[in-house]
């Protein structure tokens, strides 16, 4: 799937109103989400909880780069790099000011975690594939299959 089939998919999506986070979703009446809302949540999601994540991407981000392995965001499976670009190149034309960089760094904390771990990439690359067309498809390495199966036989 290319980058302007899922932009076209997005638009759809957007168009329905699909997951629209202005929604009052907890029947309060409260809007949560959003931006420019004036109630209590926004307050504390705008003023406490955005920047204590914020610290938290960016010091996940500098400790895996930092102090676990220089080269964890760089990627030699294609999948990875597919989905690298995929995300960062929709950042880029969807995101503006300071949250393109913390976006970016997310991308990278996500896809280092796949890379890494290969229990968690075959999970992260099934998930993919239920959004994705039945012709488009990330395959699973023999490894992941095999990993895959391991863990149904556990469940």
Do not use: W
Request: aromatic letters at 6%.
């Amino acid at each position: 799937m290319d980058l302007n089939t899922i932009k076209k998919e997005t638009t759809y999506i957007s168009s329905q109103n699909v997951g629209n986070v202005d929604e009052d979703v907890d029947g309060s009446g409260n809007e949560i989400g959003g931006e420019g809302g004036s109630s209590i949540k926004n307050t504390i999601l705008k003023h406490t909880i955005r920047p204590m994540i914020s610290i938290a991407i960016n010091k996940i981000h500098s400790g895996l780069k930092g102090k676990y392995d220089k080269d964890i965001f760089v990627y030699s499976d294609p999948r990875l790099l597919f989905l690298d670009k995929l995300g960062k190149d929709f950042i880029k034309e969807n995101v503006s000011g300071s949250n393109i960089n913390l976006l970016n760094k997310t991308v990278d904390i996500c896809l280092g975690i796949l890379k890494e771990d290969v229990y968690y990439r075959v999970r992260g690359l099934l998930l993919l594939n239920m959004f994705m067309e039945e012709n488009v498809r990330f395959v699973l390495t023999d490894k992941e299959k095999e990993l895959e199966k391991e863990v149904e036989k556990r469940n």
